[in-house]
């Protein structure tokens, strides 16, 4: 951690007191001089940091944006001690961790970005990831897995994701099988993980969770090809300040309680509680390149293997697998 972002953590941990520079200059290792000017940097990037002769510095209020520091004093438990990465643009946060995976090697690590210029989505699509109205992040994960319990880390995120919008935003999240999350009707969030399998270990190497969120519509609007189905969590310019710093903490924290445990699908009841396909008809589009390749059905259940469990206008009962199929509302 740089010593800016130490001064920063200080004055986050003590938002009830003031901390003479003295104080901070001892715990973090540095002169009282450059707190001085590090707390001038901060004020700069817009940090309010009241400084009082004689008592020291006290954090008032700080800037919108995404920040790692932020971030982690919101972590707690298993994730408690994550390494978090905020830039301001990538390719992909995805693309990204895959890249440099090598250098994350049995750590975990959270990379986040304000703006992405190639978000990628599943089955090869794009993923709208425009300046300021979202937040996208992927967390590089080393778990024991096989390759096929990996799709638990796929509804894992779901769930938290779903879970953190009500907490956080206070806005009830629904998913929709097997991990878009709506809000509305409309999708707000999207969830692309990638796995790398170690095949003479016979497990994964490491695995890729990507989540992308529309937190406000952007001002020009949706691009096209997503506007009917793309939603955000709030109006433009109407998000509280700091929600996308408290969201992705809040996901990060119920995704790690989770995975501590994913073997047992701890949050089960929870993605099935929320699935708003239960109960609908739905068009199955078997093949997702032919969408002439379709039949209509009745969502009944989701098993513990998170298929869903259909029943069809002949009454033979389906059970659809993640990847294999596209499944629209009717
Ligand atoms: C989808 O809805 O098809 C999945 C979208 C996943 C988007 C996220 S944003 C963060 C991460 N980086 C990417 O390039 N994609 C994922």
């Given amino acids: 951690m740089k010593a800016?972002?130490?001064?920063?953590?200080?004055?986050?941990?003590?938002t009830n007191k003031y901390l003479s520079g003295e104080e901070i200059a001892s715990t973090i290792g540095?002169?009282?001089?450059?707190?001085w000017k590090h707390v001038n940097s901060l004020k700069e990037d817009g940090?309010?940091?009241e400084a009082i002769t004689n008592k020291g510095y006290k954090l008032i209020d700080y800037p919108d944006n995404l920040n790692a520091e932020l971030i982690k004093a919101d972590l707690r438990g298993a994730c408690e001690h994550l390494e978090?990465?905020?830039r301001d643009v990538v390719t992909s946060t995805n693309t990204l961790l895959k890249e440099?995976?090598?250098?994350?090697?049995?750590?975990?690590?959270?990379l986040v970005a304000n703006e992405q210029t190639n978000g990628r989505g599943r089955l090869g699509r794009t993923f709208h990831s425009p300046s300021g109205t979202g937040v996208y992040f992927s967390l590089i994960?080393?778990?024991?897995?096989?390759?096929?319990?990996?799709?638990?880390?796929?509804?894992?995120?779901?769930?938290?994701?779903?879970?953190?919008?009500?907490?956080?935003?206070n806005i009830p999240a629904s998913i929709k099988w097997v991990n878009d999350i709506f809000v509305n009707e409309k999708k707000v969030c999207g969830i692309l993980t990638e796995a790398v399998i170690d095949f003479e270990a016979g497990g994964l190497e490491y695995a890729i969770v990507g989540t992308g969120i529309n937190i406000t519509a952007p001002k020009e609007g949706y691009p096209e090809e997503i506007k009917d189905i793309a939603g955000a969590l709030y109006e433009y310019n109407q998000a509280p300040k700091g929600i996308r710093n408290k969201?992705?903490?809040?996901?990060?924290?119920?995704?790690?309680?989770?995975?501590?445990?994913?073997?047992?699908?701890?949050f089960f009841n929870e993605y099935k509680k929320r699935?708003?396909?239960?109960?609908?008809?739905?068009?199955?589009?078997?093949?997702?390149?032919?969408?002439?390749?379709?039949?209509?059905?009745?969502?009944?259940?989701?098993d513990e293997d998170f298929r869903l469990i259909v029943e069809t206008d002949d009454w033979h009962e389906v059970a659809l697998s993640t990847g294999e199929v596209s499944i629209r509302k009717v």
């Fill in 4 to 14: 800016k972002d130490k001064v920063l953590n200080e004055l986050l941990n003590n």
């Fill in 30 to 35: 540095v002169s009282r001089n450059a707190i």
């Fill in 47 to 49: 940090y309010v940091i």
């Fill in 84 to 86: 978090v990465e905020v």
């Fill in 100 to 110: 440099n995976s090598s250098s994350y090697a049995g750590k975990d690590f959270l």
């Fill in 141 to 169: 994960l080393h778990p024991k897995l096989s390759a096929s319990d990996s799709q638990y880390l796929t509804t894992a995120i779901a769930t938290a994701v779903a879970r953190a919008i009500e907490s956080v935003c």
């Fill in 247 to 266: 969201l992705v903490a809040e996901i990060i924290n119920n995704f790690y309680e989770y995975y501590i445990d994913l073997g047992n699908k701890p």
């Fill in 275 to 302: 699935s708003f396909l239960m109960g609908h008809r739905v068009k199955v589009i078997s093949n997702t390149t032919n969408p002439d390749d379709y039949f209509y059905a009745n969502v009944i259940d989701i």
